[in-house]
């Protein structure tokens, strides 16, 4: 028991420093390349006032692998199918926001196929959502593989989606990020996942680290590629641990557990669906622009949304609890 703590511990700790350190130099090679996010006044969304680096995503995807890989030795199909669906994300991630650099959009289908291959690399690795045990008979009721593989890709390309959409504000996507993934590190913890719980630390000592610098007022970005990168991750961990021999009542779990960015999103995507845009068409409708409007500063907006987020992923807990 003592020896899994040290591995958490020293998990987080390595993961939190190999970010915290490579932020500032990467920011100044941003700077060198002009790979900054520069502030639009014809932009609703663009509400920094000068160029920001968008490099942070390099210095989460190094930290989270480098620490996840060394303390744990996991060279699996499944983690190469994890590091291989990362670098996809990361790299058309980073197309993307070169775009945005430039004051252009990039466009929709390419991202959608990466995001989808990427999922579909982590269902063929056999990271899936397979089934449940039925609560009145308690027999575990496999899904038909057809069925497996399309609530897997939708479920990962979901969250990652979600994330992405969420990185509007300081602060906002990675902290919300760092409070999943303590909920999913509790609950692989409670279900003796080892494994989800490393994955699960790593990723919350990658957030903590680059919040450190993008809390308002943000002195980086990690852009489309680091966003989507996390919601990535948070995703298989979710698949690898939470959603295991799941009943039904628990699958609500992960889905609390990422509450914040899914409801909001579920409404902004069925609300462009009814008005006839694109899904993928930037805009201000999510839930911190319209708290914005409402009147709230940015830190009264993300610290809200924080306590929402805490208070879902308290609830799944009770819930993870309530199934013991």
């Known amino acids: 028991m003592v020896v899994i703590i040290i591995l958490y511990l020293w998990s987080f700790l390595l993961a939190f420093l190999i970010v915290y350190l490579l932020i500032p130099p990467l920011g100044k090679l941003a700077f060198r390349l002009d790979f900054v996010d520069k502030p639009r006044a014809d932009v609703e969304r663009k509400i920094h006032r000068k160029p ?60 959608l196929i990466v995001q989808v291959s990427a999922a579909i690399l982590v269902y063929a690795a056999g990271i899936t959502f397979s089934g449940f045990v039925n609560p009145f008979s308690g027999e575990y009721v ?30 906002l996507a990675g902290g919300l990020s760092a409070i999943s993934a303590g909920t999913l590190f509790v609950v692989a913890i409670a279900k003796g996942q080892t494994n989800s719980a490393v994955l699960s630390i790593t990723l919350i000592g990658v957030s903590l680290a680059y919040l450190r610098y993008n809390k308002a007022p943000a002195k980086v ?67 911190h622009y319209r708290l914005l409007r409402a009147g709230l500063n940015q830190k009264q907006v993300v610290m809200f949304l924080y306590l929402l987020s805490t208070c879902l992923g308290l609830s799944s807990i009770i819930l993870l609890l309530l199934q013991v």
């Open 142 to 171: 496999l899904l038909p593989a057809w069925m497996q593989f399309i609530l897997t890709i939708l479920w990962i390309f979901g969250v990652t989606t979600v994330i992405n959409f969420s990185d509007g504000l300081d602060g």
């Open 52 to 111: 920001i680096p968008l490099t942070a995503s390099y210095a989460i995807f190094t930290g989270f692998f480098i620490s996840y890989l060394l303390f744990t030795r996991n060279f699996s199909w499944e983690t190469g199918a994890l590091f291989a669906g990362g670098v996809l994300l990361l790299t058309i991630g980073t197309v993307d926001d070169w775009y945005k650099t430039k004051g252009k959009d990039f466009p929709a289908l390419p991202k």
């Open 221 to 287: 970005f990690m852009g489309d590629a680091g966003a989507t990168f996390l919601g990535f991750i948070l995703a298989v961990i979710a698949l690898d641990g939470a959603f295991k021999q799941a009943t039904v009542l628990s699958l609500f779990i992960p889905v609390l557990a990422l509450g914040v960015p899914i409801f909001d999103n579920l409404f902004v995507v069925i609300k462009r669906m009814i008005q006839g845009k694109s899904i993928y068409q930037a805009d201000a409708s999510q839930v």
